[in-house]
């Protein structure tokens, strides 16, 4: 099949662009005007983000053309209706999958999905022989969950949020925890280390990536705290007489890695293992967040723009001396 | 065997007090003096409260003669040791738990527990069939579950905090509930009974309530969020082709029961009948825990004395005529 | 007279629309450019919201043409300035109050008012005769008030915030309270009732309502609670013999209603009453927003939009089988 | 009458003391032993604090000899019971009030109050003529109420926490709002000078300052921004026309004077006197707070100690050359 | 050199409009489309604000044509872009500093700025002789440092935020704590002046303001307070053995004079003149700032628009008897 | 000179005891009774707290033999007094400070400063040539300082609160800083190494460590930001050339180490290296802040008490099987 290449990103279209590309249908409602006729309401995406549209004509057909969720080919005009873009569509025909890059559509990891899984199961091999381990073997035993976590992304915003960016903080806490555990005493290296690699683990169902990221019924309405305690008691009860005491120890380290009440956990963290884990899971969002915010500035640019969400501006330093 | 009678409280000791009578061991540690001498740090219980006691003597005998749990004889004499009362224990021996009158040691609720049990059974049988009676349905069936669920306290402190208050809590709800669903329109009678009933169900291992009443280790690791999400996630495993929606509807309200993630919901209520619950739970605890704290004045007060959590005295109104 | 229909509203009009259609002139100010001439600031208002509008030519007759409140008949161009929408106006005349259907410019309740009154009353005839009883029937003999208060709405956005609202929305909250006050001991049930009536009795003079809501002079400086404070110990001065600490309690409940200070209460509730009534206008303030939110979410989402105040989606279920 | 010279303080009791002086019985409660007999528990207060005590023997004759309120004579022994002092009584009895020295029962202004009010009208009669002068004059006219004013505290605790406080609170306020009221254009000062005398004119009712000072059941329930606008109501309605709008900006400035919702103003300041008033309130009641605060320091210290509602220790600088 | 008149501010460009006229050239970044070609994203600005713009043609010699800083004539054409007006660039030409008028670009005090300093420094040489005085002594002796204050603003945004705002917000302060000074005893007069003199000295190299207000790197990393610091403790260096406890009391009002650590203060005030200062700087902050609030409203007004950062519309009155 | 043994240590005193020891006299301030007579108030210290004391008689004498800060040889007996110890005092005369243990006084690191320091100063041999590497050269080549570093603590209550603390804080963050430093890309190592071993410098002045920690004067009125910003600001200026943006990069993280302003922080954290020193520094802390809470858990106890900071129990885990 010949692939098709896509040639415009969302956050290229401007008022007055006429369209004719490919985009994923994200959501397709129908509606009625005042007058009795009806209209459709869409929503594209790729990987620049979403813009909204309109179908005037040839209703009923184009409704019947693609679901949502279909790569879709649409020819359009964008216009500004109440301050926002909209695509006023013309005509809509769904696409095959096999001929459109997937990439263009969702962000992915620049790394080698293959390796960072490698390098974790690594620290996972390392372990003590225990219960500790069989669990993890529990886990990489699954495929259908290994599949999901390799795949996932760790965030709908924010920070790793790109398919495999689960993977990608999993494996970066995970070393991390590797180097602080022996700077401490009383501190558990095993029991951090599975921590560290089960804490987002609910993240695989909270999120939906498809085409696109978003979050799932079940993640708005449970949370991945509430996945994670599902999923890794099932794990548990895969584990043939795993001590209850240290299954409480591994489920409390999912339900306080947030580090209070106030960001979502139920309770605070109450062991060495579960402080450090909390700290290590906030400098790795933190630094991912940043730098890539970093990333997206003017090359030249001594300072970011302001960041609304961690109210500052951050300092790059001096632009490279090729600049203007 | 005879009922032993007791004759003496915790609140009602005072420096200088020679006492001999019955306790629960709550606490029982060894320690060692400067000079290498071992002492036994103790902890009394009974429904009034606890206190502290140390043993000088015969140390190790007393410490073999109980284990902590166990009903004791206590002779002892009250000191005050920096500020708090101790007692310092001459004799120590273990009673049968048949001798002794359990109310002595931990307080119950004052109402039929029986007859509270059946009320709430009457209103999920008049549930609609389906899903959500076959869960209720799944869980009476549960023997052990049903005892400790009859037998739990809502709290350790602050309100319901004897044997029974679960139940007691959860009833008020179920039928506060059943009240106010019919106010409103959009919502789902069955449901909002459902999540009254289960809302605290993980309260029955977050607390222990032998012969006193305290926090469990998994009780503090996890909280009865997620004790409870585990609770209802395995019943419903129960209940044949139980819809995963309805089952992350049922989770949710467990999930988002304390209203915001400040008060320790990973998730805040996002349907009706959770927005419903959050309140109802608020509402029954809130006037549980006025009207006990209203009890503990003086019969004669206009005001109770400063409530320390709510940051206000109370109004209760004119002492009655036959005061001083 | 012959009425005049609406056509358009003014949530429809987008940038290059030519309109013609009756509206209320909310707001008027003169301006002068910096080569001196004047110009004239409008606003125009609907039920559907507002929009601004200027008028560069023919000023002065213009602004002698009516006055803000009045409903006039405009001729404009709609078009964008710095982001917003604007009507550039080209002629605007004064229209007959009874020429237009007061229902296009203010939105009102659906149910029927009468009836709702008269179900209130019936809750009040209902009353233990006495002092408080003796207050409703001089609240109920004040024809302009309870004009006002049949009219008023119950806020300005947010929730109630039509004709009717206020009216609407107190009949709930005291079904409510009628429905609870019998569930717990120690609860003043005509108190409770009392209070629930008139907690908010201070909007029919926070609120101005004629053509527009908004909020009147008294209103922004005096707050509702100032105002009903001052309007109940009017009424309870025309009752003999209204028992003093009984005032106070009635009081209490205008002052504490919001709860705590941060909502605007300068004491929070101290009677076994007042923290019920709390919580009914809560729940009911709270439903009332909600349903009307889930209502304006579009026929076939299982999710509301993002509800900024609230900070959160909220799950509405599966749409109609009807839908696409 | 001979007056009769208190020669103990509360302040200085201590367990073993034994007491024969006058003091004031503030409270004064029968309760019920297990074994059915009766007691009394009481409370004394001189201006140096609160002292609790308990009648074991001669309970009736001894309940019957006095009224919470009155001045007694107490034979009492002081021990401690649960970490406090307490009074054992032997006996008791009423004293004339004629033969105490009020200034031993609760603290007083040491400024002349009869200069300090004198000053305070001086202010208002160089007030432009006019509806506020008159509504002052209305004020300085009712003798019961400016009887209540020159007597009241500004405060239970805190700052100007005795006989007179208010006034001087008042007064220093009413002149710092002269100064300030020049210094920015578009203030009023004549309204800023009301606001100045009346923000705390509730706290004439909202306080108790017989013998010792406390909240009123009407101070707990209205607070005294409700009890200020009724007072401020009934004088606005004594003054022949009135403006409507000054009395709600007069009106504003009581119910916006702590500045904030949080600090239990319903509304916060949104005029320019309001503005100023909520600083100036807070300058005169800190300043006053602090110096109270320091006052009490060891003379030779060079730092207070730590003030736990602001949360540090205040710096005073060099001990007099005199100290140690 | 003649001077050239600017006809067009930043504030009245709407998209459409033709312009050839002098700004400051902000920014210059140079960026490259997909297809490999430069362009230069620039900021123009003028004492009404900011607007971006880009040049797609002719980019390498604009670029060289001016740096950020200058002044430059443009000759460019007003659109919409993403909902923000934009500027397309024709032409952009360096213009001569000495051609302009530097008021047109940025906001400068209405005051005279010799006459507000000769106040300031009466009001110096009227302190007690002895090391406060001649700290004041070693400031204005320092050229460079008060040709800075003299020039600084205030703030970027918020309140006196114009060339000579900082002169002018410092002397209505000094002057202000001249007169609460005498209001209380126990307050140094002069520490205070000196606090209120040089609480915002650190502002003068915070800030940049030359053609246009913003931050420096040093102002963003370390903050007003950190410079303060640094230039009174070179100063306090400069006089001769100043003593070290008054040099921390100094200091003390510059580390603390934000009033609380959530406003940047790194210790809240610690003595009577730091409380003091504190206030003083509250009051003239957010008078003025509500001032020039009001003065931004349309002169009929009877409120202003709401202020997003105090929350709350302000209260302005009656407009002049002269509008429409 | 024969050392004195220390036999007895504040925390074991109890009322009733007699004493006859050396403490630190910390405090000594003389008070006047009602009747005039002079007496003293006292404060000892040792390293396991402080304890009150009051001198009746021979206070002149006494009171002249020793001054604040000054060993002493007290004979007193322990009593109390409203519900706190009190040493009533009989004879106390000086010692000399070569006779007495300073361990017995003061807590100190168990670790070896020396090989602490060396370690340090290994890491900073190991820089990149340049100003950096220069500015740590001139910090170490400052005896005095050096010799401050080494003994300051780290904090008064808290972490790390004993003689070396904060070389042991410092050495561990440095440390951390170095394993981190390596993980993520954009980050300077030597300028976070830089950062975590200056970043508290103005401790060695904001606490006094001679005899007993306490907060400075200029600690108090400056803080250790305040302070540190000094220190390095000269130290800096004894680097030839030092750049002026690198200073400010190092002062930047000076200023946000404690991460946001309302923990003190001017400014927060906005480079990647102040970012990453911010959660060292927090992990250090806390780190050691709970393992030294630990430590003072019963051995034989799963859970520590009730931490009042950080609002709860942590988990130590089994006890070992020597315990009862």
Do not use: C
């Not at 790569?71 to 005509?91: H, N």
């Not at 903080?169 to 590797?178: E, I, P, R």
């Amino acid at each position: 099949m010949v692939e098709q290449t896509k040639r415009v990103f969302i956050e290229e279209i401007a008022a007055g662009h006429h369209v004719n590309d490919i985009f994923v249908l994200a959501e397709k409602n129908m509606a009625h005007k005042r007058d009795g006729n009806a209209y459709l309401n869409v929503t594209f995406a790729d990987k620049t983000g979403r813009i909204k549209g309109v179908v005037w004509d040839n209703v009923e057909p184009i409704a019947a053309a693609a679901e949502a969720g279909d790569f879709v080919r649409v020819a359009a005009t964008a216009g500004e209706f109440r301050g926002a873009l909209q695509m006023v569509v013309k005509s809509l025909a769904a696409v095959e999958p096999d001929s459109v890059r997937p990439e263009d559509f969702i962000a992915a990891t620049t790394r080698n999905v293959k390796q960072m899984f490698e390098r974790l199961t690594g620290l996972t091999d390392a372990m003590q022989p225990g219960p500790l381990r069989d669990l993890m073997a529990a886990f990489w035993a699954d495929d259908d969950l290994v599949a999901q976590f390799k795949r996932a992304p760790a965030a709908k915003l924010m920070h790793h949020a790109y398919i495999g960016g689960l993977l990608e903080h999993t494996l970066s806490m995970a070393l991390l925890a590797d180097k602080i555990a022996g700077h401490y005493n009383r501190v558990d290296r095993d029991l951090l280390l599975v921590g560290a690699i089960l804490h987002d683990i609910g993240k695989t169902r909270e999120l939906s990536y498809g085409h696109s990221i978003d979050y799932t019924d079940e993640g708005r309405l449970i949370s991945h705290i509430g996945i994670g305690l599902a999923i890794v008691e099932s794990k548990i009860g895969a584990v043939k007489d795993f001590p209850a005491e240290l299954a409480a120890l591994v489920k409390h380290m999912i339900v306080s890695h947030h580090g209070a009440r106030e960001f979502g956990s139920p309770e605070p963290p109450k062991t060495i293992e579960a402080v450090l884990l909390n700290y290590i899971d906030e400098i790795d969002s933190r630094m991912n967040s940043i730098r890539e915010f970093m990333e997206t500035a003017d090359p030249s640019a001594r300072w970011t723009s302001y960041h609304r969400l961690l109210e500052r501006h951050f300092f790059i330093g001096d632009p490279p001396t090729t600049g203007v």
